[in-house]
């Protein structure tokens, strides 16, 4: 049984940092591209960020330089570092993992099997 849990969401200034985790559980992790992704009231779901096999990060525009994906394999843990976070970053985000190959490549929502059940980031 594949488990994905999120944590580490709240609300923050604009300015403000958070850092989010994905604990994962139920396959081998390890082996899969883990994707953070984050949706807003009354938009689309939209990838923000992934990591590759092999630690390979890759990001949307918007967040380049202020977001830091990473992993840690032996916790079965990925992380979403924010920094300088703006109110337009307001959104529930979502953790996913998938055996599509992703490295330098931000993959879409089609391609993630597996999802966690989101952490609501707010920035005022």
């Known amino acids: 049984h594949v488990q994905l849990v999120e944590s580490g969401g709240g609300s923050v200034q604009a300015g403000g940092s958070l850092r989010l985790s994905c604990a994962a559980s139920?396959?081998?992790?390890?082996?899969?591209?883990m994707g953070w992704f984050r949706q807003a009231p009354g938009k689309e779901r939209e990838a923000v960020a992934s990591?590759?096999?092999?630690?390979?990060?890759t990001y949307v525009d918007s967040v380049k330089g202020r977001f830091t994906i990473s992993k840690d394999n032996a916790k079965n843990t990925a992380y979403l570092a924010m920094n300088s976070l703006k109110p337009e970053d307001s959104a529930k985000y979502y953790c996913?993992?998938?055996?599509?190959?992703?490295?330098?490549?931000?993959?879409?929502?089609?391609?993630?099997?597996?999802w966690g059940q989101g952490t609501q980031v707010t920035v005022s």
């Open positions: 139920g396959y081998r992790y390890a082996s899969y591209c």
């Open positions: 996913a993992a998938t055996q599509t190959y992703c490295r330098a490549a931000l993959r879409g929502v089609a391609d993630f099997e597996y």
């Open positions: 990591i590759s096999t092999d630690g390979v990060p």
